[in-house]
């Protein structure tokens, strides 16, 4: 009884606290899982006297491991090198070894993105100036190598000098995900699309470069872009990376969501596609919004406040934008009107009530406004949020190191 009890608390231990075992214990611990494989799979080809003494080997590492011997583990140890280490088979190969590292690191990630963190990046400019989406900046010149490589690390940075090698025109654009955290612009100048430019950033700002670059013109009957000719630049510039932030997704099963504070949700059964101006919004499966409204709220917008049970909201973030101070929007929060998007869900004069039913939670309303409304896609357009999308408040800005970098407000 008492040595079960012994294996008990000692497994407890060396798994609890892992990071905090000896150095000695975690090479007795690896010694002995080795030799143990290694009998397992060799044992009938390893000559008798050999398997013997690799038995005792084994059984004295794991009487010194009970017990806190180490001493005893060590002499293990250094025997186990010494006598048996050269042995076919007995040291696994590096890629095994890395294969193996690779498995258990992907799992143990995964397991954390799914249930406790979850890295999430921001690819427009829809919660600035509290968070920044991607931004690209025209520059007249690349700087040197140095500079290049201390904007990469520090703000996320990358450089776009692309030129036209020959005379072509701008027949497509569309936004792509790539490596899960990022997103990126397509340019395509051919309807095959054999010949594309990639541009790490979000297409809404793409457009808004080549506009201001007189490249794209609005047209009632869509965008014209103004053929390139051979040599000409097509873009040179800075592209700062959005920010990326942590979500916590344990925090609404120990509390619920709170009036003013960011958070991320799915688009699981919201009709994002409501706007061709914010069209670069429309497709994302994720969204980070400020929630500013709970179950049973009742909320209308009178510029440049937003009106929560017949009463400006002060919480939070709400306060910052409703003031309508720099460097946010003049405008505060700006309610849609009936002429540009008459099925919008929060028009002027209109006033919405969240659901709040007790009998089915999952359907509960919460209203997800971004705190720049003049280039936000939010629920002015599309409707509430439903329990069932919420995954929980973005606790963290991680990266790239700017003034946005830490807890987020």
Not at 60 to 73: G, M, S, V
Not at 303 to 320: E, K
Request: proline share 7%; charged share 20%.
């Amino acid at each position: 009884m008492m040595r079960l009890l012994l294996r008990l608390s000692n497994a407890l231990v060396d798994t609890c606290l892992a990071w905090f075992t000896p150095v000695w214990r975690r090479r007795a611990h690896e010694a002995r899982a080795m030799l143990s494989r290694y009998i397992h799979q060799y044992g009938p080809a390893v000559p008798t006297a050999q398997r013997e003494d690799m038995q005792r080997l084994e059984q004295a590492l794991r009487e010194a491991l009970l017990h806190w011997r180490k001493q005893d583990a060590l002499q293990a140890v250094r025997e186990l090198e010494e006598s048996h280490a050269a042995l076919p088979g007995f040291r696994r190969g590096l890629l095994v070894e890395f294969i193996e590292s690779a498995f258990v690191i992907t799992v143990v990630f995964l397991g954390i993105r799914t249930y406790f963190v979850q890295p999430f990046r921001i690819p427009t400019n829809s919660m600035w100036p509290s968070l920044n989406g991607i931004v690209v900046h025209p520059i007249d010149q690349l700087p040197g190598p140095a500079k290049r490589l201390w904007d990469a690390v520090t703000l996320g940075s990358s450089y776009v000098d692309i030129t036209a090698e020959r005379a072509k025109q701008i027949k497509s654009i569309h936004d792509e995900r790539y490596m899960l955290l990022f997103t990126r612009t397509i340019l395509s100048f051919d309807e095959e699309g054999r010949d594309t430019i990639a541009i790490p950033a979000a297409s809404g700002t793409v457009i808004d470069y080549l506009r201001a670059q007189g490249k794209r013109i609005d047209t009632p009957n869509g965008p014209y872009y103004v053929p390139y000719q051979a040599g000409e630049t097509i873009m040179r510039a800075r592209v700062d990376a959005g920010d990326m932030v942590l979500v916590n997704r344990l925090a609404y099963h120990f509390r619920r969501p709170e009036r003013g504070e960011t958070f991320v949700f799915d688009t699981r059964g919201i009709n994002t596609n409501t706007n061709a101006a914010l069209s670069e919004q429309s497709h994302a499966t994720h969204y980070i919004k400020r929630l500013c409204g709970l179950p049973g709220d009742s909320v209308r917008i009178i510029p440049p406040h937003l009106i929560v049970n017949g009463s400006p909201a002060n919480q939070g973030g709400i306060a910052r934008v409703s003031a309508a101070q720099p460097p946010y929007t003049p405008y505060g929060y700006l309610p849609l009107e009936s002429r540009f998007a008459p099925a919008a869900y929060l028009l002027r004069g209109k006033e919405v009530h969240l659901n709040n039913s007790p009998s089915l939670p999952n359907l509960r309303e919460y209203l997800a406004l971004g705190d720049n409304t003049t280039n936000s896609l939010d629920s002015r357009y599309w409707g509430p949020v439903r329990q069932f999308n919420i995954l929980g408040p973005a606790a963290f800005s991680l990266w790239p190191f700017t003034k946005h970098w830490g807890v987020i407000p």
